[in-house]
């Protein structure tokens, strides 16, 4: 039986190479014919040891991470970042700086409140999130400024960072690895793996040593930088599958032109479903346009009556994941790196069927009742 193809527009876990998929089945198996699965190796074997050594040489080489910063292989997502942030750099301090510009924001909002003053420096809740604010002063007392550079739910992105004199902090779990940033310009990024890098699992954070030495407190082990720096991200067992996998999927990216080359093809990928939702009646997009995410493609139906029967149409076609985020409604397709162009077209084709297929519909009762 001849099974349908998928195209897989999920806002995560992300979508994979086909060829990393088939190399990552291979080592669960039989990974370099040790005779041993990926799941099973040791985590202290030296073997293992090159997997971590190498994916952290490939993060430096893909986003030129200079060496006077950490990558740290963590564990718990970026919810977990939420309160380490926090933990690490709030407490004893004047205030922490939040730029709110949605959901996630909001969620690291609620946990930094847990350990000290927290300062809204900015917020787009007066439109729904539509947009990221671009006006606003940081406290001069700030421990730092914490910001999320695409936000997964709204569908907006930062494509310019703010120049502040706290350290900079940024939540870049749907976006990193999909365009170049100057990592000089953020005192600590941290991303959860699922959305571009690799399956869910492990956190990737990349940090300035100085900033990681200005923590002078006690903290529990697993929730101090440091203790990851001074471990090689080997404190406990690390998640050796999910730091396996985005092994695999970084050597694929260097293979597609690195950040640069993946940048291109984002851009044509976002660009051609944004025209296609600008301009097809049915439809329009829910973030003004000079902040559309790339990553990101949230939009909804003028009739909303109409969006579970489109849903229905596109899976039935083999389109899947485009439902948008529960509290928001509508719909969602999520551009990841390993997404083709080829998918996109074929989302927008079947956009274009619906509104015909819609137009035949509205003209033929037109005519019955004219009649």
């Avoid at 999909?178 to 793996?193: M, P």
């Avoid at 030495?213 to 203790?227: C, E, T």
Wanted: net charge neutral.
């Amino acid at each position: 039986m001849q099974v349908l193809k998928k195209h897989n527009f999920g806002a995560g876990p992300c979508i994979l190479p086909g060829s990393v998929l088939q190399q990552a089945a291979n080592a669960v198996v039989n990974w370099n014919d040790s005779g041993l699965s990926i799941l099973e190796v040791s985590h202290r074997s030296p073997e293992f040891e090159s997997v971590v050594l190498k994916t952290q040489l490939l993060i430096r080489e893909l986003l030129n991470v200079p060496q006077s910063y950490e990558v740290l292989f963590l564990q718990g997502g970026a919810s977990t970042q939420f309160s380490m942030v926090a933990m690490n750099f709030l407490q004893g301090r004047a205030c922490g700086a939040y730029l709110d510009t949605g959901y996630f924001a909001q969620k690291a909002i609620k946990e930094a409140k847990l350990f000290g003053k927290v300062a809204i420096v900015a917020s787009s809740e007066d439109k729904d999130y539509s947009y990221i604010p671009d006006h606003f002063e940081t406290p001069s007392d700030a421990a730092f400024l914490h910001c999320t550079s695409n936000n997964t739910i709204e569908g907006t992105e930062m494509f310019s960072f703010p120049e502040t004199s706290a350290p900079l902090i940024c939540d870049m779990s749907s976006d990193i690895f999909s365009r170049t940033i100057n990592v000089r310009d953020f005192d600590l990024i941290y991303a959860g793996a699922q959305k571009n890098m690799g399956p869910a699992g492990m956190t990737l954070v990349i940090a300035k040593n100085e900033f990681l030495n200005s923590v002078k407190h006690a903290l529990p082990s697993m929730s101090d930088y440091r203790v990851y720096r001074d471990n090689q991200s080997m404190f406990n067992t690390p998640p050796v599958f999910s730091i396996y996998v985005s092994m695999l999927n970084l050597l694929w990216l260097r293979e597609q032109g690195g950040v640069t080359g993946i940048q291109l093809k984002n851009h044509k990928k976002s660009e051609l479903l944004y025209e296609e939702i600008d301009r097809n009646p049915l439809f329009y997009g829910t973030a003004m346009p000079a902040h559309r995410s790339k990553m990101n493609i949230t939009f909804k139906m003028h009739d909303p009556s109409m969006e579970a029967e489109f849903l229905r149409f596109a899976a039935g076609h083999g389109v899947v994941g485009i439902k948008g985020y529960r509290t928001v409604g509508g719909f969602r397709a999520s551009l990841y790196n390993a997404l083709p162009l080829s998918s996109v077209e074929f989302l927008v084709q079947v956009m274009q069927h619906f509104e015909k297929e819609k137009t035949m519909v509205y003209s033929m009762g037109t005519q019955i009742a004219g009649s």
